[in-house]
């Protein structure tokens, strides 16, 4: 009786401290998770990645665009002739330059993949890869580039507006523009002739070539003229990380 109270007794303060790390551990992971799913499936489920990420840039965006609200007002108000005269020549530019909301008639342009079951019989049959049945970057770029040449006034990717730096990329099965992931389908719109835009995309060698594709394996091409189409300004940094001097004539390209 002796050892066995001597055995409970040494116990208690065992027991108090694994309850006090237990519980260490559970509001450790109630913040850490801040109200989310800490399981592995939710944090590689490429979805749930993509609307966080989204939202994240969004929120970035929204506080970049404020920012620069404020220095344009900042500046607006200093009492400098030369200032208010490289200020008149700013606001000029703005609207060639994609910092202006624009607003008119124009075409939308939308691609997207082979469909999952096209995609698996073909790939299977060996007739072409995965790689060949999927919207790439460079099939996006092709349709930008064209209806630069249309004379468009202004082109937006997924709603986002494009300007002189804009970047698109490849990652995974996704395209990333301005650091947000995007999933098909793609939609290019453009403000300009509509006539004149579409015969630009006619034109195009490039997209030649993915018709053809298109057209054996299914990925999507569709064109919608539009007697009114809406533009937001960009909003988002101009700052460059490096830059290279292009050939002649290739001002508009993305590339």
């Not at 050892?3 to 208690?12: A, D, K, N």
């Not at 609307?51 to 929204?62: M, N, T, Y």
């Not at 060949?132 to 937006?156: S, Y």
């Not at 997209?207 to 569709?222: E, P, R």
């Amino acid at each position: 009786m002796g050892s066995g109270g001597r055995w409970t007794r040494g116990w208690r303060p065992v027991a108090v401290v694994v309850c006090f790390a237990a519980g260490l551990l559970f509001a450790t992971s109630a913040l850490d998770s801040d109200g989310g799913d800490l399981r592995a499936s939710s944090v590689t489920d490429l979805d749930t990645v993509l609307l966080h990420e989204k939202g994240s840039v969004d929120a970035l965006q929204a506080r970049v665009a404020s920012l620069n609200d404020q220095v344009n007002q900042l500046t607006g108000s200093v009492p400098d002739r030369r200032v208010s005269r490289v200020q008149r020549k700013v606001d000029k530019l703005k609207e060639a330059a994609g910092f202006t909301p624009l607003e008119g008639p124009g075409l939308t342009v939308t691609l997207s993949d082979a469909p999952k079951e096209v995609l698996d019989d073909t790939v299977s049959s060996g007739k072409a890869t995965a790689d060949e049945l999927v919207v790439h970057q460079q099939d996006i770029q092709a349709v930008v580039n064209a209806l630069w040449t249309g004379g468009a006034e202004g082109i937006t990717v997924q709603g986002q507006r494009i300007i002189s730096t804009t970047g698109i990329k490849c990652v995974g099965n996704t395209v990333v523009l301005h650091g947000v992931p995007y999933s098909p389908p793609y939609r290019i719109s453009a403000i300009g002739d509509p006539a004149a835009l579409q015969r630009a995309l006619d034109q195009s060698t490039y997209i030649a070539a993915y018709l053809t594709v298109a057209n054996a394996y299914q990925l999507g091409w569709q064109v919608d003229t539009s007697a009114d189409i809406a533009m937001p300004a960009y909003t988002g940094t101009t700052e460059l990380s490096h830059a290279t001097v292009g050939a002649a004539g290739r001002k508009h390209r993305t590339d």
